[in-house]
């Protein structure tokens, strides 16, 4: 029997999760939209795409894993739920940073203004980087594949300790195992990170500039700086969140305090459901379009009809 704050904890975690799916799916349908009306497929637009899909689907895997873990938790751990659910969270999981940090790379390379040789080189290849990165991500599956077999194969051996965090009778091989299912996810958001650190010395050499030249007005470079500094930074902290609930999940994933689970649950949804509505925020096609639709919401279905036809009649 559940506490009320724990079914507090799992109301906010499935309604975050309900928020995240709605708004993630919000961009993908823009996007799509968009691509078929200029019958083209952007960088940006692309890469937008596939953050909020693999999102819509890392949502589902941590909320259905919490809640088979909190309801069923003997036939998630008898079955094949384990393994299912942990191959699939590998992919997605990987693919969610994966974007995320393509999305990093391509502001720094769209917004930045350096002088330097390489990033001008970097900036006419954009395409190409975008392309590598996505690239990675395979390299990244195949090296992450064998250590997730490897943990499950031992957690089927020992069904009775947490998989997770089981004593491993060889720790240098458990450790690297370790290493390697988590190397490639560090590596994307150590980028993410040094992108981010590199548009902040971009963003406050160019207010010097500005300042130097005493405008007295902020310059529409320095507004594009600033918004794609919320995206990077809400990401960054947005990911820490994610990694701290990830770790409150594996540490009380099979005891029997399901308080500080839901909990770790209710923080990680956080981040692929939170991110969303800070990048339709921050980019001005996506917070178009939301305006549009909640002022549909929210006009009359009388003056709807109305409006309609006073459009129509001006388009004749």
């Known amino acids: 029997m559940l506490s009320t ?74 079955g094949n739920g384990t393994e299912y659910i942990s191959y699939s969270w590998v992919i997605i999981n990987q693919s969610s940073i994966g974007f995320a940090t393509s999305l990093s790379v391509f502001y720094f390379l769209k917004i930045a203004n350096f002088s330097h040789h390489i990033f001008l080189w970097l900036k006419g290849r954009i395409n190409r980087i975008i392309l590598l990165l996505m690239g990675f ?37 458990f450790s690297t195992n370790q290493i390697l299912l988590n ?42 700086h600033v918004k794609a500094m919320k995206v990077l930074i809400s990401f960054i902290i947005l990911s820490i ?11 009380f994933s099979l005891s029997e305090n399901k308080l500080l689970f839901s909990f770790g649950m209710a923080i990680t949804v956080t981040y692929p459901s939170g991110h969303s509505f800070i990048l339709i925020l921050g980019n001005n096609k996506l917070k178009q379009a939301s305006s549009k639709v909640v002022q ?14 006073v459009i129509v009649s001006c388009d004749i």
């Open 241 to 251: 969140l994610y990694f701290i609930g990830i770790a409150i999940e594996i540490c």
């Open 5 to 78: 704050v724990e079914g507090l904890l799992i109301f906010i975690a499935v309604t975050e999760s309900i928020l995240g799916i709605l708004g993630n799916g919000f961009i993908v349908l823009v996007n799509c939209i968009d691509c078929v009306k200029n019958k083209k497929f952007s960088v940006i637009g692309l890469i937008l795409i596939g953050l909020a899909t693999s999102r819509i689907f890392l949502i589902w895997i941590i909320i259905t894993d919490g809640l088979l873990k909190i309801f069923l938790r003997d036939v998630y751990l008898s």
């Open 137 to 173: 991500l395979l390299i990244l599956w195949s090296l992450t594949f064998p250590s997730t077999a490897k943990i499950i194969n031992d957690h089927k051996m020992n069904r009775n300790t947490t998989w997770t965090l089981r004593v491993h009778p060889n720790k240098n091989e």
């Open 183 to 224: 190397l490639g996810g560090i590596f994307l958001f150590t980028l993410s990170l040094f992108t981010c650190f590199l548009l902040t010395i971009s963003l406050w050499r160019h207010n010097r500039h500005m300042q130097l030249n005493v405008t007295g007005f902020r310059d529409p470079s320095t507004e594009v």
């Open 296 to 309: 549909h919401l929210k006009r009359p279905k009388g003056k709807e009809t109305k409006t309609k036809k």
